[in-house]
Structures are given as structure tokens and as C-alpha cells.
């Protein structure tokens, strides 16, 4: 609607134009010839056009109609310069040289807009022009350009609006409705598999993917991706509370059954072995609870620089009666920045690791390479196949000769634990064959400033 109205007020703005354009040029034409000396009585005069030609007092010195005003005169008309009504029009002179002859269109005092000519009521848009005649005397020519067309096309316009525009606009907001329409149907699809899903809990299933490459088939892509990664989270989620559920049910029912006995037949309680299971309870309670806040993704509560080499030095002082005995290899001076306690906890799980599996000996190294900072743990031990290479840091794995062996019953937490605080810490952690057999533990973390040279 805003648009018909815009389009109808530029319509009558150039339709009046060109009629105050008509009138400028007739006006210039005809004081043209008064200007190169003929006689006003002697001027053609247009029968089409109202032209009314006065002298400086309002005389009609020619006319081609009798101009009689009608109605009450406009704000932009001024009074009328007619031969029963003719009153003196004070106006500057302007010669025009009829030599040069170029008069210029200029804005003079007209009839009223609404008139009478010849008895004919009508709109004109008028135009003045004044010259100097043969004889000195100033003459005004007054022209008037009728606006008949200009409202015959603007109710022409107006019609046509007003029967094409509610159609113009139905038209549109139906095809908008239906295009619309079939745009978003991918998305109305996704929607409601996703609700499917939510209202099932199935997270095997997957939204439907539109055989389009647009904006749509890439979020339908993205949600199933969406969709694998907390599938995969749930069941890691599920197995994680399965195994940990087990793990405990061991230690618990075992501690059970000793203070049973104990309540019993105290001769018979094994303070030892229950104390070694509280224990065994302790650590686990404890990974399980590191794990959950590693999982939240909360932050340790403070982070420094670290001396990687003092770390070691500090946290293998104080392991003694241990089984197999560590070897300090040279200590690279190295600074990490991150929490202590927690990379503390990586080099003693890996250690710990290491001594269970180990035939006679573990090596601990910190060396600099490629810009990372890395803690090597080495055992000369059975070493890792290959193919269980990365199994081995997911959570409650254990390998067949773990399980075997005569260890402290590790839950498979610790190396799960060591690799996700070396990632939160910037680095990773991976397993290699040893040189010379056994396997090798590298955690790589970046460090601040250059190598250092090796402690002695």
C-alpha cells in the first residue's frame, strides 16, 4: 500500500512537471516574437492552450479565451489578469535583446489554477513571462497548461492499483507461502526426527539428510554429527558407571565379608588384607572422582610455572620400598605451566605403570624436542603390542597379562587419567616400543623460554 502511494505521488509530480514545462516553453515562445517587435494583437495564439497576453497595467492586449476564476483561489495562484478584472501587476522589466534572443522561463503572478475558458471549467498549471515590446512598454504573457491528462492518468493509475495491488499481493503471499513453504519442509523433517529422538531416547537414530548442498543439508549433517558424538559420550557414559560399578562391587564385597568374619570370630579378622582393601576402595574413589571433574571440564585451581626436572626429583624422593627401583636419566631444565598436583599424579601413574610391567628396571627421562617439553617412562618389560597401543588409555582396560600379574588390583584408571590431564595441559600422551624392548611412555607439554642444558 505504501508503494501505490509512493508510485502515485512521483506520477503526479511528473505529470505536473512536464505541464509547468509545457507552459514555460509556450510562454517563451510567444514573448520570443513579441520581443523581436510584433505586435501582441498579431501573435499566433495556440487555440489548445489558455494564453492571455497583458500589458503592465492589466489591460488584455490578446487573448485566445475569455479567463473567468472559479472557486477560491489556491494557495500557490495569484491574482487573475483578466479584461473585466484587470488590476496593474508591479513587475521588473526584463529587455531581451532580439538580436541574442534568449529570454529566460521566469515565475510571474498567473490566473487562479481552477478557471473558466470560454465557459469550460478547468485545472491549468500556468506559466508568466514579461519582455519589453516595440514600443518600451513591459508586456506579460501568461500561458496555461491544462492537467485533464494528469488526472485522467492518475485515475487511471489509481484503478488500476486498486484492482492490481490486492491482487499483486495475493499472488505474492501465496507463492511466498508455498515457497516458503517447500524450503523449510527439510527443516519441519529435522525437527520432528529430532523430537522422535528425544521422546524415544535413541540416539542411533539420525535425521534425514536432503539430497540439496545448501545451508539445510549441511545443518542436517551437523546434527547427526551432533547426534554420534553423544551417542558415543552416553555409551562411554554407560560403560564408565558399569565398570566402575564393578570395580567396586569387589573390593566392597571382599571388606564385607572380612568384617562378617570378624564380627564372628575376631581371631579370624585379617586386619591386613582389610586395610589393603580401604585402600584399594580410596584410590579408586579417588580416580573416579578426578575423572568426573577432568569430564566437567573444570580448571585446577591454580596454575604456575613448573620446573619439570625439579618435579621429578621431588616426586621419585619420596617413592621408596618400591619393587623395581627408577633411574633418573639427565633432567632437561624445562618450565610447564599447570597445575602440580595433577602433573604430579601424571608421572606417578605412568610410574606406577611402568614398575608393574618392568622385568629389572624404570627410566625416567625429561628431555626437550621440537618445541615440546617431554617426560619419558621406560621399562624393559613385555612392552605394548601394537594394536593395543591406544586401548590401553581408554578407562577400565586392562590387558590380559595385567590382569595376571601380581600387581595392587589397578582399576585400569591410572594411564586413562595420565593422557586426559596431559591433553587439558596443552600436550598428549602415547606409548612406543623401547629400544632394546620393553615400552616406552612419552608426554609431550609444552614449555615456556629455551632448552635448557641437562642436570648432571
Partial sequence: MITGMAVLLVLRADLRKKADEQARIEAHSIATTLASGTPPDAVRLDEATPTEITDSRGRVLASNVHL????TVGQDALPTATAATATPVPLPSVTIDPPSLTPEPQGRPAPPKTVRADGVTGDYRWAAHEVTGAGGEPIIVNVGSPVATERSVMRAVKGSLLIGLPLLLAVVGVATWLVTGRALRPVENIRREMA?????????????????????????????????TLEGAVERQRRFVADASHELRNPIASLRTQL???????????????????????????DLLLLARLDAGEQPLSRSEISLADLVEEELAQRVGDRIPVRLEPLADLNVEGARSQLARVLGNLVDNAQR???????????????????????????????????????????????RADDDGGAGLGLAIARDVTVRHGGSLVVRARPGGGALFEAELPYNGNAATPRP
Fill in 357 to 403: 610391567h618392568a622385568a629389572s628396571e624404570v627410566v625416567v627421562s625429561v628431555r626437550a624436542r621440537d618445541g615440546m617439553a617431554v617426560l619419558q617412562v621406560a621399562d624393559d618389560g613385555d612392552g605394548v603390542p601394537e594394536n593395543q597401543r591406544e586401548r590401553i588409555f581408554e578407562r577400565f582396560v586392562r590387558l590380559d597379562a595385567a590382569r
Fill in 196 to 228: 522422535a529422538i528425544t521422546a524415544s531416547s535413541d540416539l542411533s537414530r539420525r535425521v534425514p539428510v536432503p539430497a540439496s548442498r545448501d545451508e539445510i543439508a549441511r545443518l542436517a549433517r551437523t546434527t547427526n554429527a551432533t547426534l554420534a
Fill in 68 to 71: 473567468t476564476p472559479v472557486g
Fill in 260 to 286: 562378617e568374619v570378624g564380627a564372628s570370630h575376631p581371631a579370624l579378622l585379617d586386619v591386613g588384607a582389610a586395610a589393603e582393601d580401604v585402600a584399594r576402595l580410596q584410590r579408586l574413589t579417588t
